[in-house]
């Protein structure tokens, strides 16, 4: 069986997918361009298996089109589309980081012969470009598909079943909620991160010192304020609702913080760094993700290096599929212990019962 995918796109997300898919069995990925050198580009960075300018050449006979351009361009591209000869049975998916605006589109126009199942994988970065693109970029991470009542189940099993080659975990979500929780934990934490990087850069404007002296945990935690601006531009105005919501909560979480210093609340600060840490200790600590857990299992770790290497061997050789592995210190001169994250939860049981038997203690 041959599959076909046009890429829309092939900077850093459409890059990553078509690297999780070329190369598999069966499968083509044909890159669009909307620029000459990018075409030449796409070819020469070897992304793609081929790379074309005309639109209507990229989504012949494709059986999957992924369209990974910035949010503003997603409505104008669905509508040429829809205009196009498609394959009967056709996946249209994106990978915008909104989901009610293309939903809202894709409602109006419908679809003749071919589906549209909205996407966002939720694992990213702040470079962009195909040059930045990764083949285990998805890896661990959630993916979000946001289907509508009209997609059939076989349509939405085709698409999850071939971006099981990104390794990330499919979730399905509504768009609407998708916007919400993505605005609060994803889009407002930019626009922080880009004011408060733009409010120091003013202060530095009267003394270099504030840039000399921001090295490190600055520069560490406002990591996501060097994102692409076209990109973000985009994702801000299509979530624009939303965030004027989210900035109106954060502006009275601001306020609040002003009146305990204006009061010298000693404990109302002591509480709202309590009660930060407190939910923050509960959220999930893989790195890449964002709703189910984990199932984790914890050992000892006597010899850190040592243990590793052995461990993995023999959940690989006992097709035990690990999911994540890290060492969580607490103290420098004290051994610390293995958390091992595993994606399904007999893959953890499994683990369990084999390394007990090997003598190691592991719980839940
Ligand atoms: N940056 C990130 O970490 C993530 C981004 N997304 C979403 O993925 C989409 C793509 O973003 P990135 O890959 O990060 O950006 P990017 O800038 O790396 O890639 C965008 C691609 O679109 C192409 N493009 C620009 N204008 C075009 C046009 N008029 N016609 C055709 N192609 C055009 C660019 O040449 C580039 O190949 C966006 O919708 C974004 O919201 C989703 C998850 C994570
Ligand atoms: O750089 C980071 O950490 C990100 O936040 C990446 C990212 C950007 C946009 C998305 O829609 C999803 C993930």
């Keep these: 069986m041959t599959i076909k995918i046009a890429m829309i796109g092939v900077g850093l997300i459409g890059g990553s997918l078509s690297l999780c898919f070329k190369g598999k069995p069966g499968v083509t990925v044909m890159g669009y361009?909307?620029?000459?050198?990018?075409?030449?580009?796409?070819?020469?960075?070897?992304?793609?298996?081929?790379?074309?300018?005309?639109?209507?050449?990229?989504?012949?006979?494709?059986?999957?089109?992924?369209?990974?351009?910035?949010?503003?361009?997603?409505?104008?591209?669905?509508?040429?589309?829809?205009?196009?000869?498609?394959?009967?049975?056709?996946?249209?998916?994106?990978?915008?980081?909104?989901?009610?605006?293309?939903?809202?589109?894709?409602?109006?126009?419908?679809?003749?012969?071919?589906?549209?199942?909205?996407?966002?994988?939720?694992?990213?970065?702040?470079?962009?470009?195909v040059d930045a693109a990764s083949a285990v970029l998805f890896e661990n991470a959630y993916y979000v598909l946001t289907p509508s009542v009209h997609v059939p189940e076989e349509a939405y099993g085709?698409?999850?079943e071939l971006l099981a080659y990104t390794r990330a975990q499919i979730v399905r979500v509504e768009p609407l909620l998708h916007d919400d929780i993505v605005g609060a934990i994803s889009h407002l934490p930019?626009?922080?991160?880009?004011?408060?990087?733009?409010?120091?850069?003013?202060?530095?404007?009267?003394?270099?010192?504030?840039?000399?002296?921001?090295?490190?945990?600055?520069?560490?935690?406002?990591?996501?304020?060097s994102s692409d601006a076209i990109v973000w531009r985009d994702i801000l105005l299509s979530n624009r609702d939303v965030l004027l919501e989210l900035l109106k909560d954060w502006n009275s979480q601001m306020s609040s913080f002003t009146t305990m210093?204006?009061?010298?609340?000693?404990?109302?600060?002591?509480?709202?760094?309590?009660?930060?840490r407190e939910f923050r200790s509960v959220l999930p600590e893989r790195r890449k993700g964002m709703i189910s857990?984990?199932?984790?299992?914890?050992?000892?770790?006597?010899?850190?290096?040592?243990?590793?290497?052995?461990?993995?061997?023999e959940l690989g050789t006992n097709d035990i599929n690990l999911s994540n592995l890290e060492i969580i210190e607490n103290r420098v001169d004290v051994p610390g212990i293995m958390r091992l994250s595993f994606r399904q939860e007999e893959d953890m049981e499994r683990a369990k019962t084999l390394l007990a038997s090997l003598g190691y203690q592991v719980w839940i």
């Design 190 to 225: 930019h626009v922080i991160a880009v004011a408060l990087v733009n409010q120091v850069r003013e202060y530095n404007e009267s003394n270099p010192l504030y840039k000399m002296l921001a090295a490190g945990g600055f520069r560490d935690i406002t990591r996501i304020a």
């Design 261 to 276: 210093l204006e009061q010298k609340n000693g404990e109302g600060i002591e509480d709202a760094f309590r009660q930060a």
């Design 293 to 313: 857990p984990l199932f984790d299992l914890y050992t000892d770790v006597q010899d850190a290096p040592g243990m590793i290497g052995k461990i993995a061997t």
């Design 158 to 160: 085709r698409l999850s």
């Design 33 to 129: 361009a909307h620029l000459e050198e990018l075409k030449d580009k796409y070819i020469a960075s070897g992304v793609v298996d081929a790379a074309t300018l005309s639109l209507e050449e990229a989504v012949q006979d494709a059986d999957f089109i992924f369209l990974c351009v910035p949010v503003g361009l997603l409505e104008s591209y669905f509508e040429q589309l829809s205009r196009l000869p498609l394959k009967k049975g056709c996946i249209i998916t994106d990978v915008g980081s909104t989901k009610a605006s293309i939903a809202a589109c894709a409602e109006q126009i419908r679809l003749k012969e071919a589906y549209f199942i909205g996407g966002h994988p939720m694992a990213g970065s702040e470079r962009a470009g």
